[in-house]
């Protein structure tokens, strides 16, 4: 390991005594099956007079977080936000960067089929943005879960229960969920090599295909599926340090230069930048979902099996 290492494993060692992380995951009720990626609380410390905490979401679906302490600052391309308690993000292809200072945090992660029962808006109208949920139509109707989800008095029981009611409350069926589930399928499994292919095990035409997945996974079908395999190899990078990028890419890359273009337009920075900066928050947050939850970003949660007839 040269110096330049050494000296980039000495600030990560130095930035982990400066702070503590903690995140609990809560499982969803059985009647939400499929809805959500998780519901969890992350707890950040710092010490008193200390900066706040810097780094990068990767590409993700939809969430709502809701922020007790300090409020975040974050920025999706060119939407940003700042002083927010409730901050809605809608389904991304590029890296959010965020700043955080101590913190107890609910978030709420909406997989393609959450996003058809709990959202009146296109998908596609509200990918990669990030803003105040309580100003932004598409979220505003999850506002009322800021006065309990942001009390420092209540239990995370209190709270999770008060998701849970929220969440039954607003809850309605969708037309297209087979179609949904069958896209979603499709798109995690990794099995497909064109949109064609895709189309064809979701026994759906091209037409169909693209119509779902604006509405519902807010983007093209060949995006989201270049998008999965990206975060496929990204994972994998993540999770097993010391890992070098050729070890990690995805078999359906052709080459190291494909790899390369591609982190470049889901990350806008080459891999060995991102390597090269510390990720405080998402390696430890990534690794306590891979343990707890068995997937490690959103993207990787499959859909549930479908129900017996």
Known sequence: MGDGDNQRAA??????????????????????AGCFTTFYHLTLDLPEGAA?????LQPEWANIRFFCGTAPEAEIAASRVSGARFVGTG????????ALGPVRM????????????????????????????AAHPAFAHFAGLTEVLCDPEATLDEQYDAIVAAMTAAMRRNRDEPRIARVHAGLVSGDHASVHDLADACAMSIRTLERICARYFGFSPKLLMRRQRFMRSLTTFMLHRGTRWTEAMDAHYHDQAQFTREFREFMTMNPSEYAALDHPILTS?????????????????????????
């Open 11 to 32: 600030r990560r060692f130095a930035s982990l005594q400066a702070y503590r992380l903690s995140a609990e995951f809560r499982e969803p009720p059985p009647e939400f």
């Open 52 to 56: 706040r905490v810097a780094d990068y």
């Open 91 to 98: 389904p991304s292809a590029l890296p959010c960067r965020f």
């Open 106 to 133: 609910w978030g709420v992660g909406f997989l393609p089929l959450g996003w058809a029962r709990f959202f009146n808006a296109d998908a596609s109208a509200c990918a990669n943005i990030v803003c105040d949920g």
């Open 285 to 309: 947050f990534m690794e306590a979902r891979a343990r707890v939850w068995g997937s490690a970003a959103q993207t990787l949660d499959p859909p549930p099996p479908p129900t017996p007839r």
